[in-house]
């Protein structure tokens, strides 16, 4: 079993910034894949950013050169640096653990993001 607890969000104006903390506990030391999520009412949950253990980085085009993934495995916590935001960027970020080989998929509570214009 894996708990994720996601923590930072808020409302701000666009332009500016944000930073997602997901604080993670159990059996931490199988996860492979840890990423940021997001979903709009309406709309299909979609991937932000992913990082894996061994260092592979992914972002959706959208966030590519605003937003920056990080993750400190020694502490359990993964991060999300958003800047430059934009109301687009409105949604509830929701932080995801997963591992292949073991068969598992954890997903935190989920923190809203409001960018006002």
């Known amino acids: 079993q894996v708990q994720l607890v996601e923590s930072g969000g808020g409302l701000v104006q666009a332009g500016g910034s944000l930073r997602l903390s997901c604080a993670g506990s159990g059996d931490m030391v199988r996860v492979y894949e840890m990423g940021w999520y997001r979903q709009d009412p309406g709309k299909q949950r979609e991937l932000v950013a992913a990082?894996?253990?061994?260092?592979?980085?992914n972002y959706v085009d959208s966030v590519k050169g605003r937003f920056t993934i990080s993750r400190d495995s020694a502490k359990n916590i993964m991060y999300l640096q958003m800047n430059s935001l934009k109301p687009e960027d409105t949604a509830v970020y929701y932080c995801n653990a997963k591992s292949y080989r073991y068969g598992f998929d954890f997903w935190g509570q989920g923190t809203q993001v409001t960018v006002s214009s």
């Open positions: 990082t894996t253990s061994s260092g592979y980085i």
